[in-house]
C-alpha cells in the first residue's frame, strides 16, 4: 500500500529534550515536505526537500531542522523543544500531482 | 502577502442536498488548486487537482470549478450523505518547488 509513515503518533516531552520524528515514503516520491497544523492558523510549512541532500525553508522553519539522506526517509528534528512547538505535525509526499499525507504526530512539550 | 479564505468555517447541510464550498485567494497566481478532506486527528487527503487553464472537474459526486478572474474556486458535493461529514482544505501551487499553500479549511457537517 502506498503510504507516508510518521513516528510516534504521540509524544509528551520536556523542554530542551532533543527529539526526532520519523517520516517514511514507499512511493519514491521526490519531494517530501513537514507542515504543522495549529487552531486558527491552519497548516504551514516548516521544510520541504525537492530531491536527496536538497531541503530548504518554508514559511515557519524556525525551531526546526531536517535531513534528507535517502529518498524514502525525512526525519524532523527539534533540538530543543519549546511549549510554542507543541503541535500536529505532518509530512507529506508529492510527485507533483496532489500530496500524500501521513497519519500525523501530535508533539506536546511541557 | 498571500492569502486564502475558506468561505466560512462551518457549513451544516441536510443529507441529499448539495453542499458549496469557496476558496478565494489573493495576491497569488496559481497554476493550479487541489482540494483535499480532513478528518478529526487524520492526515488530510487529496481529492481533487484542477489547474488554471481548466473551468471545471469532476469526480463522482465532487465538482470543482476555478475562475482565476474571480481568484475563486467552488467545491460541490452531490447528494450529500452523513458520510462526507469533514474539514475541507483548499491548496494553491504551482511553484516551481511543488509547494502549496493551504487555506484553514471549513467544517463541513451533512445532518441525516
Known amino acids: 500500500e502506498a503510504q507516508v509513515t510518521q513516528n510516534p503518533r504521540y509524544l509528551i516531552t520536556v523542554t530542551g529534550k532533543k527529539l526526532t520524528v520519523t517520516c517514511s515514503q514507499n512511493?519514491?516520491?521526490?519531494?517530501m515536505s513537514w507542515y504543522r497544523q495549529d487552531p486558527g492558523l491552519g497548516l504551514r510549512q516548516i521544510y520541504y526537500s525537492m530531491n536527496v541532500e536538497v531541503t530548504d525553508k518554508g514559511d515557519v522553519p524556525e525551531g526546526y531542522k531536517v535531513s534528507r539522506k535517502e529518498k524514502r526517509n525525512f526525519p524532523l528534528i527539534l533540538e530543543s523543544p519549546s511549549p510554542n512547538q507543541t503541535s500536529l505535525y505532518f509530512c507529506a509526499s508529492s510527485q507533483g500531482f496532489g500530496y500524500t499525507f501521513g497519519s500525523g504526530t501530535r508533539l506536546t512539550v511541557v | 502577502s498571500q492569502k486564502i479564505e475558506q468561505n466560512s468555517e462551518a457549513l451544516n447541510i441536510q443529507e441529499g442536498k448539495t453542499a458549496t464550498l469557496t476558496c478565494n485567494y489573493t495576491n497569488y497566481s496559481p497554476a493550479y488548486l487541489q482540494w483535499y478532506r480532513q478528518d478529526p486527528g487524520r492526515g488530510p487527503v487529496f481529492l481533487l487537482l484542477i489547474r488554471e487553464n481548466e473551468k471545471e472537474k469532476r469526480k463522482e459526486r465532487l465538482k470543482v470549478t476555478f475562475d482565476t478572474t474571480l481568484k475563486q474556486s467552488l467545491f460541490h458535493i452531490t447528494a450529500s450523505q452523513p458520510a462526507d461529514s469533514a474539514t475541507y482544505l483548499c491548496?494553491?501551487?504551482?511553484?516551481?518547488?511543488?509547494?502549496?499553500?493551504f487555506g484553514k479549511g471549513t467544517l463541513l457537517t451533512v445532518n441525516p
Open positions: 491548496a494553491l501551487g504551482g511553484g516551481s518547488n511543488y509547494k502549496l499553500t
Open positions: 512511493m519514491n516520491h521526490e519531494y
